[in-house]
């Protein structure tokens, strides 16, 4: 455990004690209150700014098939059976014949578009009738709206007119139809081609339909007998989040970027591990033209085409004002990889460390070197030529802290911390809030002095409660703290209120303790319905709506309702065990002083409330109240959200009383102006 022995009798180690809370339930004696003392009067903490932030990773489908704004499914014909049994190249396409036409369809792999990615779909034409070609109905539906505009695009080459090794006019071209059909094969959007020459060439048109139709296919028909090489099929809307080319998912970036997060990790969690030791996320296939990139098996068991890549993630970062996190592995796979569960992790072999270590140097280049350096150059010529200004990294997930580990760790650490001492390394402690590799995750990191130490747990709400004092010890002297992963997790995974209450009231104590935990994210953040793997998550989704949940309004609260000092909050005469947590802090952007209380009790708890040396006080205070009396209250997805915060004002004096409603986080925010 990372508590200090040398922990000196500091005056704030002293002010969290008296407002941590013990946990048995017993409710306030009838009439009495528990007293709230904010003393603004006495010399405020300095805290994070950027402790609220999310994680984002590539599992519950939510790049490809979520974020990531393509539309159609395996557009590069990489699908494979290590993904899904079932799947394969030509997953999801259909042969399309039309009026009197026939044809079939083949796989390609002797001349690809790139190196970097090996198949493509021959279309093979024997009658043309009204034309024969591929269809695809995107990831489980294919929703278009009428009026939007879509970007189809796809790369093509003339394999031969005619009859393949017979006679035919290889001077004519392919005529080649797009076209996006309705459920009853009507057409509301097309356009034409012609395809000549042996060289993959890219197409593009725009395509806008004339209606809305929810279930919709995009078809692509040659009119010729021939045969046509096919390869990066690709539909997009226009309006992506913030108009980006190859962008995302407009509503589902949105409801992200509302959470005003200070900062995104990705691209995972166990995704960086990929599926073995030389079968890693490498930055390095995520980057530059999308049909040059490596399509790989995600290690959730899915495919991902890497057209949500670095690049779009750090220009993700830069349109919604949070920082980048990225994560590389530590020169070691999963303990869990080669299907051995806690047997699995190797380490790459030492001769090939240097390689590895130059890689995540070249990240850095990539990210923050100018645009004449060799890795530089490749984001400018992504369009980006200024630096991204990355300053962490984190290195390792939830690895076995052994030696192997440690030996690779130490090996990429010292070249950071000699060549870019700039960079906020991140180092890992293990899957669990505790345990042998917890202590020897935090052992090693402070025997190596790093910035920071990433924490991840998913636990019970009571377990929240418990622990809200877990970072009141930490020594100050000592690495920083990342909470990189957490939830709270009912037994039957739910997102209930009573989860996302005790998530608001452990928040309040990463305020308190926003001096040492510098960043925090809650996990996952996207499922995909029908494609979710793992629960809780923190926003759901389909095709085409957003369903957050409770604990996203509870980030979300605290996301908006941040601040940059912690004042001393003190709460005294609760009876031993209630549920209750606050923190106050001060914005000093708007001279704002926010204060949060959390009850986790059924019913309502009375507060004798005191501001204390807050200066001239307003009238009133903005009153935000979230909250209800059923702690298993849970969002439904499409409904109106079953609990939904409710805000106006409150009449506020240095002494007052208020009533924190049952199961609520209350958010007393109070003008500086
Ligand atoms: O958030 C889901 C997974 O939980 C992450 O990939 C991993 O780091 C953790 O075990």
Redesign the pocket.
Known sequence: MPVSKRLRRSTHAFLALLAIVLVVPVSPARGASISLEVRADEPARPISTELFGI?F?D?NYAADGGLYAELLQNRSFEYSATEQAAWGPLSFWDLVRTGEGDGHVGLGNSRPVHVNNPHYLLLHVTKAGAGVGVANRGFDQLPLEAGRAYEASFFAYQAYMGVMWGPGDQTKAMPVTLRLEARDGSVLAEARFEISGRTWTKHTATLTPTRSEPEARFVLLAHEPGGVALDMVSLFPRDTFKGRANGLRRDLAQAIADLKPRFIRFP????VHGTGVRAYYDWKHTVGPLEQRVAARNSWGYHQTMGLGYFEYFQFCEDIGAAPVPVVTAGVCCQHAGHSPGRGQEGLPLAEMPGYIQDILDLIEWANGPATSKWGAVRAAAGRPEPFGLKYLGVG??DAITPEFRERFAMIEAVLRKKHPEIVVIGTSG?FASGEDFDNGWAFARELKLAMVDE?Y?VTPQWFWDNLARYDTYDRAGPKVYVG?YAAHEKDRRNTLRSAIAEAAYLTSLERNGDVVRLSSY??LLARRGHTQ?HPDMIYFDATRVFPSLNYTVQQLFGHHAGDAWVATRLADAPAGVKLAASTVRDSASGDLIVKIVNGEPAALPLAIRLAGAGRLPATAQHIVFGAADAEAVNVDGAPPVVAPRSGTLPVSENFHYEAPAHSLTILRISGR
């Open positions: 994680f990773e599992l995972g969690g166990c995704l997930n939830e899957p991840h998913y992963e996990a996952p793992w």
